[in-house]
């Protein structure tokens, strides 16, 4: 699928679809792969809260992940500031970050606990929200490529799952994301987009209500939010060329 997507148009929408504090200001209207976008996370440390540290699962243990505690307290979230394109904490150089995050834009849900780039963040529970206004998809219906803007038919933003990493090496410092992805191929929609003969996929977007329960369900729940976004509750575009 594309990996190009539209930011927030204001800053009201931060404090009413997702109730958080906007930031001082927005990014660029379109964003792509390296380059800055807004996220939102869990805001949480759990030292500040006496909680005891939770058992580690095997798979934790090997990878030397710090286990996730459980919140004692109502799930509190912020907003962060990142690469689109994610970057593993295991990268050897910037120049070899600069390299994979282009092809760590998006990802399979459905590799996200066991594909190498991202299995580390996963087990970690560094999930995401990404606020967007609409994604663009290329429809080859006509054998040519025609972009396409896809919103919610209300006009409201959209909450995309994602994961987030931390990627430092001296005194360089990266903080990026990837949004997931779901498969598309029996969706009355966005089974029109993408190239023919291909898996059509689709970002994972999230309902409304499930927000705080993504970013803080249990590893073996969070599957459950990966599903496909009703049909009739999006709208489709072609993109008008200036």
């Avoid at 910037?94 to 299995?119: F, G, I, P, W």
Wanted: glycine share 8%; charged share 20%.
């Amino acid at each position: 699928m594309s990996t190009q997507y539209e930011g927030l148009k204001s800053l009201d929408p931060y404090a009413e679809a997702f109730g958080i504090a906007p930031p001082d200001a927005l990014l660029g209207k379109e964003v792509w792969p390296r380059q800055p976008g807004f996220f939102i996370r869990k805001a949480f440390v759990a030292a500040e809260q006496g909680l005891e540290p939770a058992s580690e699962t095997p798979a934790e243990s090997e990878l030397g992940v710090a286990p996730i505690s459980a919140p004692a307290s109502p799930l509190v979230m912020e907003l962060a500031q990142g690469q689109f394109g994610l970057v593993p904490t295991w990268v050897k150089s910037a120049s070899d970050a600069k390299l994979r995050s282009t092809k760590l834009a998006v990802t399979r849900y459905e590799n996200m606990s066991t594909a190498t780039a991202t299995r580390e963040t996963w087990l970690k529970g560094q999930r995401c929200i990404i606020p967007m206004q609409a994604f663009l998809e290329d429809d080859w219906r006509s054998r040519k490529a025609v972009p396409t803007r896809i919103a919610r038919v209300d006009g409201k933003p959209m909450g995309v799952a994602g994961l987030w990493e931390r990627w430092t090496q001296g005194d360089e410092d990266i903080i990026s994301y990837t949004l997931l992805t779901v498969n598309a191929n029996s969706h009355a929609l966005m089974n029109r987009y993408g190239q023919n003969g291909n898996e059509k996929r689709m970002p994972a977007i999230l309902n409304e209500g499930a927000y705080g329960a993504w970013l803080s369900a249990p590893l073996d729940k969070a599957r459950e939010f990966m599903r496909a976004y009703p049909a009739n509750l999006l709208l489709a575009n072609p993109v008008q060329k200036k």
